[in-house]
């Protein structure tokens, strides 16, 4: 048996173990894409606890193993660092309020850290940490009927999770190919061998600082986009309406668009069969009003002056909130008085792509995205932070959706977590809102606008890779297409120009550019001069300058 101390110590160890070990576990991601990785984002996740577990002392099992399942869930940062969390979660259900940690209560322990894990993914894939925790927690049920005391159900958990590591490439066709285990996989085991130090030898593993991932400051983790970006304003009025289209008008939506280029920027047009959906920058808003009354009828008209609102937002971040909240681990959280019915928060990486959101309407940014995804914790101080009774949230990383369902029910506010992948799914769902629609039908269609927006990006491999048909040299320029890689070339324009070609079909109508921190205004001038002559007389080009690290350019095709 091992009372709380014993537990909180193993699991301090587990987390120094992880840490030490982050990079081997970060270079087994057969994806080349340098996100962030499963050994960062599981490491990450359990210094979290760690933090919270060094304040503990003499507490029972259960209590510790409780304090851990909070601190964990508020820290889970990506898919691999929720997984994890959801492990523990189950582990400390499984403890309950018991003083020690026993044999029947540790094989409950695994069993439902498992089936909460499971039960979390929509679609559980075999060859992963999923499996290796099932393995494990089958040979600790095993080992405890046989009547083996704690300590033999975690030798035997562990080591029928080393059995299930090592099957994983048999199971994932990509991880035999690149001689590889699982990444979430070992991390998991490495986990296990760091408490197994306490708990056999009284051990706690010592963390190598150098292997450890600095926590991003908390004062870049979220933000208020109005009252942050000090961007220079240059048309005074935010100018919003919808467009009921006339039957009879034969203009094309595209005439819309060039004509309020000429009046203003930030420009965005989106249309159907009955609607046009229009948004810009301008000094003259009853110009655009004008110009969309060529093509029907008005309504849902909006007008802003964004001076005012950019004062006023700088104002209201500095002096509305209220009391704390409470979340699940009684550490409080600054929460905003609530002034409105919706809003929105969104993830992203980028002042420029930021500022994009902002304009569309978003309330609070989180910064993350790539190589540093953000918490549960940090989303859930971000939607405290947007006044409103109803937020959406847009992760815009498939990477980030399970951090950001946690905070759902740790939220003092109704939370709606749109399965947005890219930032231009983000965008697409933001410029889908109707304030005249219910939340619900808001949720559903923006949902349905995001997945019709085809996403392209061009970065670069970040490491040696040969992955689904790729013989792929670090350095080397990837093009993706849907988050899946299409080519590889060594050439960031001609990439870019191939993607797009790639991308555009024979209703495409607009092709959207975003541009990051690694291309100058210079090189987006001239590629945009090239996909003109190519492309200019079947689409219409826009480019944007996202700021955002790691891709080159994000592609959007509607």
Do not use: W
């Not at 992880?18 to 210094?47: E, H, I, W, Y």
């Not at 322990?109 to 993914?121: D, S, T």
């Not at 509305?320 to 019915?341: G, H, L, M, Q, R």
């Not at 992203?348 to 993350?368: E, K, M, P, Y």
């Amino acid at each position: 048996m091992f009372n709380g101390n014993i537990l909180r110590d193993a699991i301090i160890s587990a987390a120094n173990n992880l840490s030490n070990s982050r990079k081997q576990v970060d270079d087994l991601n057969v994806f080349p894409v340098p996100d962030g990785d499963t050994g960062t984002n599981m490491s990450m996740t359990l210094a979290n606890a760690v933090r919270e577990l060094e304040k503990v002392s003499g507490e029972t099992a259960g209590k510790v193993a409780q304090i851990n399942a909070s601190a964990l869930l508020r820290g889970a940062r990506g898919n691999s660092g929720v997984i994890t969390s959801l492990l523990f979660r189950g582990f400390s259900k499984g403890i309950g309020s018991d003083e020690t940690v026993t044999a029947q209560n540790l094989a409950a322990a695994f069993k439902l850290g498992v089936e909460a894990a499971y039960k979390a993914v929509m679609k559980p894939t075999e060859g992963t940490i999923l499996t290796v925790a099932r393995i494990a927690s089958e040979k600790a049920t095993a080992a405890m009927e046989a009547g083996k005391d704690a300590l033999g159900v975690f030798a035997d958990a562990i080591e029928g999770a080393k059995e299930a590591l090592a099957e994983t490439p048999e199971l994932l066709p990509m991880l035999k190919k690149a001689g590889v285990v699982d990444a979430g996989g070992q991390g998991f085991v490495i986990i296990l061998e760091g408490m197994m130090s306490v708990f056999r030898d009284g051990v706690i593993i010592a963390s190598n600082t150098s292997g450890a991932v600095e926590e991003p400051e908390e004062e870049n983790e979220s933000r208020n986009a109005a009252g942050e970006f000090e961007t220079e304003i240059t048309f005074t009025y935010c100018t919003e309406f919808i467009v009921k289209r006339d039957p009879e008008c034969e203009k094309e939506p595209s005439e819309l668009r060039a004509y309020l280029e000429t009046i203003g920027d930030c420009v965005v047009v989106v249309d159907d069969d009955e609607i046009i959906k229009v948004h810009v920058h301008t000094d003259h808003p009853g110009n655009a009003f004008e110009k969309g009354l060529t093509f029907g009828s008005l309504t849902s008209m909006k007008v802003e002056n964004m001076r005012d609102q950019h004062e006023r937002a700088k104002h209201d971040a500095a002096n509305a909130k209220k009391a704390p909240a409470k979340t699940t681990d009684n550490e409080k959280i600054e929460s905003v008085e609530i002034t409105k019915p919706v809003g929105f928060v969104s993830v992203c990486a980028g002042d420029g792509i930021a500022a994009l959101f902002q304009d569309l309407g978003v309330d609070t940014i989180v910064s993350g995205g790539q190589t540093m995804n953000p918490s549960t914790d940090n989303i859930l101080r971000a939607i405290e932070s947007t006044p409103a009774e109803t937020v959406y949230v847009l992760p815009n990383n498939k990477n980030i959706i399970m951090a950001a369902e946690q905070a759902i029910p740790i939220s003092t506010r109704k939370v709606i977590v749109l399965h947005t992948r890219t930032i231009p799914q983000g965008i697409s769902a933001m410029l889908t809102y109707d304030e005249s629609a219910d939340t619900e039908a808001n949720a559903i269609e923006m949902q349905k606008a995001a997945e019709r927006i085809a996403t392209g990006q061009v970065t670069f491999a970040a490491r040696d890779s040969d992955f689904d048909g790729h013989k792929i040299k670090q350095g080397e320029i990837m093009a993706m297409t849907g988050g899946k890689i299409s080519f590889v070339d060594t050439d960031v324009e001609k990439a870019t120009m191939k993607l797009v070609k790639s991308m555009i079909k024979r209703d495409s109508q607009f092709v959207t550019v975003i541009y990051g921190e690694g291309v100058t205004d210079s090189q987006a001038a001239a590629l945009e001069e090239q996909l003109n002559e190519k492309f200019g007389s079947k689409v219409e080009i826009t480019f944007v300058n996202g700021g955002q690290p790691v891709y080159y350019y994000i592609i959007s095709v509607e």
